[in-house]
């Protein structure tokens, strides 16, 4: 996956964890109750049923590790 500066993945949660690993730039994934930040390198797992979108900050490339089963459910923005 990849974003560009401002850009941005909708708020979402899965059925099972994943894994993001940013191979360049660098991400913040906010989460409900807090953001993580994620730079090249570095590898954030995102646990099962946890609403979160991702946002370019101000540029990524990033290897998304999911299981095959996994689903998806979209929302609004966080409040």
Known sequence: ?????????????A???????VTEGRCII???ATDQT?????T?????NEWH?????PSFTAVHVIPKEIRF????PRT
């Open 1 to 13: 996956m990849q974003a560009s500066a401002g850009q941005s993945f909708p708020r979402h949660r």
């Open 15 to 21: 059925s099972a964890e994943s894994v993001l690993v």
């Open 30 to 32: 906010r989460f409900t």
């Open 38 to 42: 994620v730079g090249a390198g570095q």
């Open 44 to 48: 954030a797992v995102i646990t099962a």
């Open 53 to 57: 979108h991702v946002e370019a900050s």
């Open 73 to 76: 459910a979209f929302s609004g």
